[in-house]
């Protein structure tokens, strides 16, 4: 069986780290994952003025979200929280109220930043919105990059099979955890 997963990057940049990031970890990943990715860049600022005629760009990412079985942010830290036009996709996948397309979606969140802290406090914040949205999320191995340019390639090659190993051991653990959560998702599953 092959899972879809639809990821997020978190950042609008032309030369996002994050970006190379989430092309690292697609290539890194197990063979029974496939990957879309659920753009951002082209969504209002959302506003419940839009929930009696949801535009089609909040429309295309709620079924994007849906179509998906697991999803992975792929996100920078911005001012020790989640980058606002990331969250702004957040909140309209999240509407109009009783539609919240999240619910119980297996998630997983990452992140690299040139720091140390490597995006740790956005992926706690983010652990806050995706638990009030019933979104499960891999809670471990956690991956907090600090990004060196030497180590990845534009089109993420990873050149440190240290990281490569760890990348790659992320990945299979998250697969492993979107199918457990689909088995428990699953009608009949006691
Ligand atoms: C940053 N950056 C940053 N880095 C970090 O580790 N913690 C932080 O809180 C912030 N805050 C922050 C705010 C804003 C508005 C910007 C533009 C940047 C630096 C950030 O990690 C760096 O620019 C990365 O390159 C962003 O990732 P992308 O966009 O290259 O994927």
């Not at 990412?61 to 020790?80: C, H, M, Q, T, W």
């Amino acid at each position: 069986a092959t899972f879809k997963i639809g990821y997020f990057v978190g950042s609008l940049a032309s030369g996002s780290i994050n970006r190379t990031l989430s092309q690292a970890l697609i290539k890194l990943a197990p063979d029974d994952l496939e990957f879309t990715e659920i753009p951002i860049r082209d969504l209002p600022l959302y506003s419940y003025d839009y929930d009696a005629d949801f535009p089609p760009a909040g429309r295309a990412l709620k079924e994007a979200i849906e179509a998906s079985d697991g999803i992975l942010f792929v996100s920078p830290e911005y001012n020790r929280s989640i980058p606002g036009a990331l969250k702004n996709a957040i909140d309209w996948g999240s509407r109009p109220w009783g539609t919240n397309s999240f619910a119980r979606k297996p998630t997983g969140i990452i992140g690299a930043s040139p720091g140390s802290i490597g995006t740790a406090v956005m992926q706690s914040s983010m652990r806050s919105v995706l638990s009030f949205l019933d979104a499960p999320q891999l809670n471990a191995p956690e991956v907090y990059i600090q990004f060196k340019p030497e180590t990845f390639s534009d089109d993420g090659d990873v050149r440190d099979e240290g990281t490569a190993k760890f990348l790659r051991h992320y990945m299979e653990e998250y697969s492993a955890f979107v199918q457990r959560v689909l088995a428990a998702n699953a009608p009949g599953h006691i």
